[in-house]
C-alpha cells in the first residue's frame, strides 16, 4: 500500500496569509494526487485533481504543484472562508489513501 | 448537475451487518467509480472500497474480509455491506461519485452509523 504522510499536522494562520501544505508519498504517484477540503459535520470537497488541476468553482487562490512523491497545496491568500481540514489523495493505484490531514486555523 | 444522496440505518448491533445504499441523480456511474469512505469520531479519512460501471471492486486490505460493494446500474445506486461490525467501524460514512482520473467530486451527505448494543 501507498502511505500518505502529511505535514503539518495543524497550522495555525491569519486572514490573508500564505499557507503551504505538504504530502509526501512513498513511491511515486504522479499525477494522481487529489486534494480535499473538509469542514466540521460536512462531507469533504475536492479542490484539486491530478496534482494541479483546479477543479471547477474553486477559488484560484487554491493551486497545487509537485511530482513523483511530493506534493504541495497552497492558498495564496488565506481567507475566513478556508478555515478548515485539509487531506490529500492518492489515487495511483488501489488500494487508495488518504493522508492523515492538516487543520488550519485561526492565529 | 449530479447529485448524491445515501440513506442507510444508522444504529447496528455487534457482530451485526451495515447496509448503506447511495443513489446519483443527474449523473451516471459510467465514467466513473462508486467510492465509500468512512471517518471515525475525531479522526481522519478511510477508504474503504469503490465500485465501477463494470461492476469491478477495489477494497481496503483492512476490511477486505468483511465488506461487499454492489452496483444496481438501471437505478444508478450502489450499496455498501460490512459484516460483523464491532464498535471500531462507528464512523460517519461517506459515498462519492469519482470520475476515473480525478478526485471524488460529488458526495452524499454522510451517514452516522453507530455499533451498539
Known amino acids: 500500500d501507498i502511505q500518505m504522510t502529511q505535514s503539518p499536522s495543524t497550522l495555525s494562520a491569519s486572514v490573508e496569509d500564505r499557507v503551504t501544505i505538504t504530502c509526501r508519498a512513498s513511491?511515486?504517484?504522479?499525477?494522481?494526487l487529489a486534494w480535499y477540503q473538509q469542514k466540521p459535520g460536512k462531507a469533504p470537497k475536492v479542490l484539486i485533481s491530478?496534482?494541479?488541476n483546479l477543479e471547477s468553482g474553486v477559488p484560484s487562490r487554491f493551486s497545487g504543484s509537485g511530482s513523483g512523491t511530493d506534493f504541495t497545496l497552497t492558498i495564496s491568500s488565506l481567507q475566513p472562508d478556508d478555515f478548515a481540514t485539509y487531506y490529500c489523495?492518492?489515487?495511483?493505484?488501489?488500494?487508495?489513501?488518504f493522508g492523515g490531514g492538516t487543520k488550519v486555523d485561526i492565529k | 448537475q449530479v447529485q448524491v444522496q445515501q440513506w442507510g440505518a444508522g444504529l447496528v448491533k455487534p457482530s451485526g451487518t451495515l447496509s448503506l445504499t447511495c443513489g446519483v441523480s443527474?449523473?451516471?456511474?459510467?465514467?466513473?467509480?462508486c467510492s465509500w469512505s468512512r471517518q471515525p469520531p475525531g479522526k481522519g479519512l478511510e477508504w474503504i472500497g469503490e465500485?465501477?460501471?463494470?461492476?469491478?471492486?477495489y477494497y481496503n486490505p483492512s476490511l477486505t474480509s468483511r465488506v461487499i460493494i454492489s452496483l444496481d446500474p438501471s437505478r444508478n445506486q450502489c450499496s455498501l455491506n460490512l459484516i460483523s461490525v464491532t464498535a471500531a467501524d462507528t464512523a460517519v460514512y461517506y459515498c462519492?461519485?469519482?470520475?476515473?482520473?480525478?478526485?471524488?467530486?460529488?458526495w452524499g451527505q454522510g451517514t452516522q452509523v453507530t455499533v451498539s448494543s
Open positions: 491530478q496534482a494541479s
Open positions: 489523495q492518492q489515487y495511483h493505484s488501489f488500494p487508495l489513501t
Open positions: 443527474g449523473g451516471f456511474f459510467s465514467g466513473s467509480y
Open positions: 462519492a461519485r469519482r470520475p476515473y482520473y480525478r478526485g471524488s467530486n460529488s
Open positions: 465500485i465501477n460501471h463494470s461492476e469491478t471492486t
Open positions: 513511491q511515486s504517484i504522479s499525477p494522481w
